[in-house]
């Protein structure tokens, strides 16, 4: 089970930054995206929105306790943050340590992350030192030690590849 966690959504401010949180980690495969912060129904509605059309049992939900996400969980805990250990340095090891762990929860912030997360996490991760997005290193994070789903289950629409245009095909007269 792959568990996302994105902390401190602001409203308004971080919509489109929250809701692409939640469509990477759905492309990677989570299982379920808990958002905490400022609790933004539109937000998590047009995210829900998007996951109907475009299939798939990823679980949107929102949570005040954010600590008690991180103190639940019981498979390996790993914090994205620009302070932490090098994911070059670290890949072997976490690629073992993702191995051996059934669950994984991958948590990202938005401004300032309380400390309590780096000291209640089993690591702390940066994807280079310097600062970026979250979004970024979600994904950099995601490919580099999971796969890109394809199969998403019950979808309403479905790309078709192309090399020179945009195909989608409608599934709704399939289900
Ligand atoms: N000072 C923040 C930090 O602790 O990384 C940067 C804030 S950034 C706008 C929001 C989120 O993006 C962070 O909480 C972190 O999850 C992620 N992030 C930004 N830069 C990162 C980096 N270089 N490596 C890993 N995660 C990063």
Do not use: C
């Amino acid at each position: 089970m792959i568990k996302v966690l994105r902390l401190g959504h602001r409203a308004g401010r971080d919509d489109r930054i929250s809701t692409h949180v939640g469509l990477t980690a759905r492309q990677w495969g989570a299982d379920q995206i808990v958002y905490s912060g400022e609790k933004d129904s539109n937000m998590l509605e047009s995210l829900g929105d998007t996951v109907d059309r475009w299939g798939g049992e990823t679980d949107i939900i929102y949570t005040e306790n954010w600590k008690e996400q991180v103190r639940e969980f019981e498979g390996l805990k790993i914090h994205l943050t620009m302070y932490g250990l090098r994911i070059d340095e670290e890949q072997e090891n976490l690629q073992e340590q993702i191995e051996k762990n059934e669950d994984l929860m991958i948590i990202v912030g938005a401004e300032k992350v309380p400390r309590w997360i780096y000291e209640n996490v089993d690591y702390n991760i940066s994807v280079g030192n310097q600062p970026h997005s979250e979004i970024a290193a979600l994904s950099v994070f995601m490919d580099r030690f999971l796969e890109i789903k394809e199969d998403f289950k019950d979808a309403e629409i479905e790309v078709e590849p192309s090399e020179d245009k945009k195909k989608t095909e409608s599934l709704k007269d399939r289900q």
